[in-house]
């Protein structure tokens, strides 16, 4: 609720969004839960919290693909973690679903890229398949079998439930096609160590790489956006830039190397929607945020707190706070897991009375939220935003 001129009024969840986004001051601090692998709940957690709760749904996952590990959260549970977004998602081509689906038990799980996971441990999976592991020249990725992205299964629901969460009219739609990112990508098709020592190694064949990935993900980046329309508020794209204490690559590197592949796909994307682009980058990225301004990027996810020089929101907010809207910034790594509900509470309450007060910020955990956190946890997290969502400053 918020009051104007002594009128009460009610602000929908979209209308929430649509104000901290445009870094005006909404009734309180959006949530920003269950939409994306990087904002959503693993299985583990996500059934605890059912059982809490007494909500009967069933353990579906995201993207329909169990070796993710990550839920798609049930209506009831979402509306219970006061979440203020839904997501719209594309998913890998029908054939490549049956394929998992029928495979032996315990065998890798195979994407339409070639890339996939192996199981280290029971219900367990690593991203350990890379089939251009000892790739090292251009000859080897045009060889190499690249996904169809004209098949329309990725995408034939996407319309449909865009247009039906529009007409609702209740929660911001947040589109998140799975890991159309470049640099990720390419981790995926030859290894993280592998790929970051080729680019050091064979310049050449990285950037090669890279714009290979770029043009194969614009392709399905196109017909997602065809098919979401207007019915979008936030776009999520993103690649894993940090470490806990700097980059993974210099801030020459990044401006030389990747800035380019970002800045490009940032406009291809711009170009088609009026949607807001939310970048998603893990790690300590604060070298490279004028950066992420320069080209665009609206949204910042997920202002890992426990990395570096993001710990410090202060600095953040005073350099940053009129120029990019902030997402996540609550702790996975020690807070939700390690915290008492107490704790977690008074943690939101900080964090929200930094970058809360006057708009520009959304909460949402820092990454998602793993199997070590207690559902107890996990609510103290929301209703602590619903209890101090508006700041004590303001």
Known sequence: MATQSGVTMTISSRDR????????????????LGVSNATGIKMTPYRALKELLGIDAPDDYLYDWPE??????????????????RGVLDLEPARVLDRNRDRPPHDDYIDSWGSGASEIKPGQWFPMVHPLAGATTIDEIEAHGWPDM?????????????RTLAGENRYAIVATPWLLFPLERAFAMQGMDTFLMNMALYPEFAEALLWKLQDVCK??????????GPNVDIIKIGDDLGTQQSLLMSPDMYRRVLKPIHADWIE????????????????DVFPLIDDFVEMGID???????????????????DRYGSKIVFCGAIDTQRILPLGTPA???AE???????????????LSSVHTVMDDVPAENILAMVDAVEEHGRGASR
């Not at 969004?17 to 920003?32: G, N």
């Not at 993710?68 to 977004?85: N, P």
């Not at 291809?268 to 790690?283: P, Q, S």
């Open 68 to 85: 993710l590990g990550t839920a798609a959260i049930d209506e009831k549970t979402m509306r219970r973690l006061h979440s203020d977004v």
């Open 17 to 32: 969004v649509l104000m901290a986004i445009d870094h005006e001051a909404p009734d309180r601090v959006p949530i920003l």
């Open 299 to 317: 949204i910042l996810n997920p202002i890992q707190t426990s990395a570096g020089k993001m710990s410090d929101l202060e600095a953040l907010r």
């Open 150 to 162: 004209e098949d329309p299964t990725r995408v034939a629901h996407v319309a449909d439930q865009a």
């Open 348 to 362: 939101v309450g900080r964090v929200i009375d930094i970058l809360g007060p006057g708009g520009g910020y959304m």
């Open 219 to 228: 392709q399905l980046m196109g017909y997602f956006l065809d098919a979401l």
């Open 268 to 283: 291809f994307i711009k170009d088609r929607t009026d949607a807001k682009l939310m970048f998603h980058t893990d790690g």
């Open 343 to 345: 704790e977690i509470r």
